[in-house]
């Protein structure tokens, strides 16, 4: 097993103690509730989608530290996309927390809007019990997206 | 040794208790195993592993079935079980033990069979609001179906049942009292003789949930006075996808069967069925059946035990875990009644439980986080999850004192 400060990085507890985005914030167009049957977490995602971008994301709810760390670093990730790139950046990272792929070290993935903002979150590959937290925010989201309208997703 | 002959008595040696369970032997995450989760599922002794392989390597095949040599080894292997559990809740006949598959199945049997043929739209079922998932999702199954009406008697605040609010709830309308005999998230020990006694004078039957119970309370259904008792064997040293629901006689004779097929006939012909009589009525399919040799070896194993001794352990083991969980800064426990046992619910200020769970398991400590299927419990005090460490027959010292240590690595990286 891999170190617990590898789950449990600075940058994941500074995120779960002061989360981005947190709390309802209009306007918005697009919701989903998320819930993890689990541990009985709950979130709800809102967006502003307009012209296939998303223009603002928010949530609110409570949960773990891994969950609200992943919610709040995927609202600051994903603001400002299109719907399509967030579609790919929740594959990439879908597979990246269960192991099936990496984060390059090349530029794209480094630079401004890469994925690497993210490789704190793939320490959770390690827990697999723990592999729902951090995507329920995601989950959630795209199901928001999806449904173009007031949805609740729950973690398989 | 054979599945079906008598262990000899010890007397209650926690070192020699322990010494049965191999798994306790194992390390975990490179660390000693504190298994503190015995309320979820406790670990096997040899004594049942070694039933359940002795079946399948020397006694297995059908049984009720054959005239051969396996199939008669395996059903009086098999049969013998029902006077074990007769023994173990002093039922009166062992006619009156039903196989199932655990707590779950006994309850949904209940619910689908007393409660399908006699209860109708205005009758009320009670429950409290401590009970298990499996204890309410039945009846409200039923409620949507039949227009019964399911009603709630709530806890206090330090999880004891409120009495009061039970006598007030009671009524001519009440047909059956549905309430755990210790609740898996508080710990509360409910005072289930003296609710058969008031739901009786109303007129109501009562069934007890006896999953938490039955490891730690010493059980006998006739003084009790319950109706229907239901536990599982996967929390009584045996294995999964085992249990029993005990019913008393006249009840099981009225009650219809609820599932259909092999050997819980007389006769079938196409126009018509003769069931066969109760608990066969209500066992229909080729059972599990090294599963109940191996429920019979947990009850052996646990009958064996120093009972006297088994429950000076577990209030001695209850008390130090609950001093030492108090020491801990930022530390509340949920679940406090003067009556309770085994189980040791705590919520921390700093981390949620399940962040606290991983940071434990990474110590070797293995305990439940989450809503222990009790999401009504967590509701009432306004939590998504508490930690729970529960104890078993072989927990020690060394295992709390392992969770106080862990639990400072929490307040280390999140305090």
């Not at chain 2, 798994?23 to 503190?36: D, H, P």
């Not at chain 2, 297995?60 to 199939?71: F, M, P, Q, T």
């Not at chain 2, 606290?356 to 419990?377: F, K, M, S, Y």
């Amino acid at each position: 097993m891999s170190d617990l400060r590898d789950l449990y990085q600075e940058v994941i507890l500074d995120h779960s103690k002061h989360p981005r985005n947190f709390g309802h914030r209009e306007p918005t167009n697009r919701d989903a509730k998320g819930h993890n049957p689990l541990c009985g977490d709950q979130l709800r995602i809102f967006a502003l989608v307009e012209d296939g971008r998303i223009k603002d994301i928010t949530f609110e709810g409570r949960g773990c530290a891994i969950s609200v760390a992943s919610a709040s670093m995927m609202t600051e990730m994903l603001k400002g996309r299109t719907e399509a790139e967030a579609d790919e950046i929740f594959r990439r990272f879908h597979a990246v927390v269960t192991g099936e792929e990496e984060i390059g070290d090349d530029e794209a993935e480094q630079g401004e809007g890469g994925l690497d903002k993210l490789r704190v979150l793939a320490g959770v590959r390690d827990y697999p019990m723990r592999v729902k937290c951090a995507t329920l925010a995601w989950h959630t989201l795209k199901s928001a997206l999806d449904a173009k309208g007031a949805e609740t997703v729950v973690t398989e | 040794m054979t599945a079906a002959e008598p262990m000899n008595k010890v007397t209650f040696d926690i070192a020699r208790v322990r010494a049965d369970f191999p798994i306790l032997a194992e390390k975990v995450r490179g660390k000693r195993l504190a298994f503190l989760d015995s309320a979820a599922s406790a670990q096997k002794p040899k004594q049942v592993i070694e039933a359940i392989v002795h079946t399948y390597t020397h006694e297995y095949a059908n049984v009720h079935r054959g005239v051969h040599y396996l199939s008669e080894r395996a059903t009086v292997a098999y049969n013998a079980v029902r006077a074990k559990v007769q023994k173990l809740i002093n039922a009166r006949d062992e006619n009156e033990i039903v196989f199932t598959s655990g707590t779950t199945d006994s309850i949904n049997l209940v619910a689908q069979t007393f409660g399908r043929a006699t209860l109708k739209a205005g009758d009320e079922v009670l429950v409290t609001e401590m009970e298990h998932h499996s204890n309410i999702v039945p009846w409200q199954m039923l409620r949507d179906e039949k227009g019964i009406t399911l009603t709630v008697v709530p806890f206090r605040d330090d999880g004891s049942l409120d009495m009061d609010a039970f006598r007030a709830k009671l009524s001519e309308k009440t047909r059956l009292v549905a309430v755990t005999q210790v609740s898996n998230a508080l710990g509360t020990i409910n005072p289930v003789q003296d609710i058969c006694r008031l739901a009786h004078a109303a007129g109501a039957r009562v069934l007890v949930d006896g999953a938490q119970g039955i490891p730690h309370l010493h059980t006998d259904v006739q003084a009790m006075g319950a109706d229907f008792y239901a536990f599982s064997g996967h929390k009584l040293y045996g294995p999964t996808g085992t249990g029993a629901l005990w019913a008393r006689a006249e009840l099981l004779d009225a009650m219809p069967p609820w599932k259909g097929g092999g050997d819980m006939i007389r006769s079938v012909t196409f126009a018509h069925t003769d069931f066969a009589e109760p608990p066969h009525k209500f066992e229909a399919g080729t059972p599990n059946i090294a599963g109940v040799i191996g429920m019979g070896a947990g009850i052996d194993w646990f009958l064996s035990l120093d009972r006297d001794g088994l429950d000076a352990h577990e209030a001695e083991l209850l008390a130090y875990g609950t001093e030492r969980l108090a020491e801990v800064p930022g530390l509340k426990m949920i679940g406090t009644a003067a009556e309770k046992c085994a189980v040791m619910s705590f919520v921390l200020d700093c981390a949620h439980p399940h962040d606290i769970g991983t940071i434990l398991d990474a110590e070797g400590v293995a305990v439940r986080t989450g809503h222990h299927c009790a999401q009504p419990v967590m509701e009432h005090f306004d939590i998504a999850a508490t930690v729970r460490p529960s104890l078993g027959a072989y927990s020690c010292r060394e295992d709390i004192d392992q969770l106080v240590v862990a639990l400072g690595k929490v307040r280390e990286m999140f305090g």
